[in-house]
């Protein structure tokens, strides 16, 4: 083996353990990702309740899309206003048995 390879080699397993490392450790306390005025300020909106990590990453989420704009002039494009609905009606059938996973001759 050249250097080269053994130094590739070596620094591709420091980054592979360093990245296990960091993905397997839990040191992402509510407080350090968030911040203590987000977490008081979500905590008086629902009343004082202590709210755990997955209700504030949702809340933190929600909170994102009210910065969704929609451009609406796709709705006035005129290929737009060309698409057709190409509705298919689907016909009522007669129900099929009780158990369908049942032998034939039982109902």
Known sequence: MTTSNKILI?????ALIGGMYL???NDFSIK???GSSFLSS????????SLNFE???FISTL??????????????NPMFLNLKD?????????????NPF??????
């Open 10 to 14: 070596s620094l591709s397993l420091f």
């Open 86 to 98: 190409n509705k298919v009606k689907i016909e009522s059938a007669l129900p099929g048995r009780a």
């Open 55 to 57: 209700d504030i990453s």
């Open 63 to 76: 909170a994102t899309l009210n910065n969704i704009s929609i451009d609406k002039s796709l709705f006035e």
């Open 102 to 107: 049942a032998p034939v001759g039982i109902n």
């Open 32 to 34: 350090k990702v968030y």
């Open 42 to 49: 979500i905590e008086e909106d629902f009343g004082g309740s």
């Open 23 to 25: 993905y397997s450790s």
